[in-house]
């Protein structure tokens, strides 16, 4: 009897530890750090291009996804082909909605949280961002046919500046009495890419079927229990990182529409986007 006694009370202790609420504020940026680019195909015979890109996202963020996020994004980018290599670059503005949660003001879910101080200045926080951003690949081609597809893998990262009121709402938190707090409004990012890109008909339409596999760099974001994890947890410590699948569909060489789907650490988004080629150059005839 003794024996189920221990069982149960320790059963109903995890049970207890589990359903303690957690509260994490970070940038608002994560899980979008960088759109879709799109690049002609190696044989297109395109030395360079310039694109503009225009997107939506729609996610949910914070532990258990309790806090809705919404924004636009546009961007201005440039690509080169370089042999086997692709290149690209560009710059871009974010503006978007944070949506703070109000917190659970249960004692014993809210122990050890600043519930007060969230609550008394929860809602809607506007946000944006200056970013720029780049990559680079290796292409293999499929064939040296017109518009034939070809593979891509490469690494791509990403640099935003954050600004508006989601951003001084972190700074005006206590960091002592949350899960994990970022102030910081410089926010980094590093991936890895990969993409199948496959011509559909000679009149320029391309499928392309990609994924991404990145991290937040800098120290605020090298432990995602921020030290406030258990012994075991805390041993283990793992950077922020996320995962993204992206389906493209190109038109007549300038038009392309995608989507991607983006899970990551206390964020889940889903981003639709448009890019558009303004001009390119072609290489010249050999």
Sequence with gaps: MRKLYLLALGTLSCFSVSCVQKAYYVSPLHGSVTPYHTLPLQSENIRSAVYANSS??????????????????????????????????????TLGNYQVAKLDSVPRLAAGLGVTQVNSTAGNKFYGSGNIHGGINLCIPFGRISNSGEFRFGVKSSLHQEFGNYLSFRKALNPDSLSGLVTNNVLGSFAFTSELVFSLDRRGRKLGLGGEFGCLVGKDYRDNNFGKGDIYYNNLKSRYTYISGIIQLTFGNLWTAYVQQTFGTRVVAFHAGVNYRLFAKRKKPL
Excluded at 68 to 84: E, K, M, S, V
């Design 56 to 93: 939506i996202q729609a996610g949910g963020a914070n532990s258990g996804l309790k806090d809705n996020t919404f924004h636009w994004q546009g961007n201005i980018y440039r690509t080169h082909q370089l042999g086997l290599i692709q290149a690209y670059y560009g710059a871009g503005l």
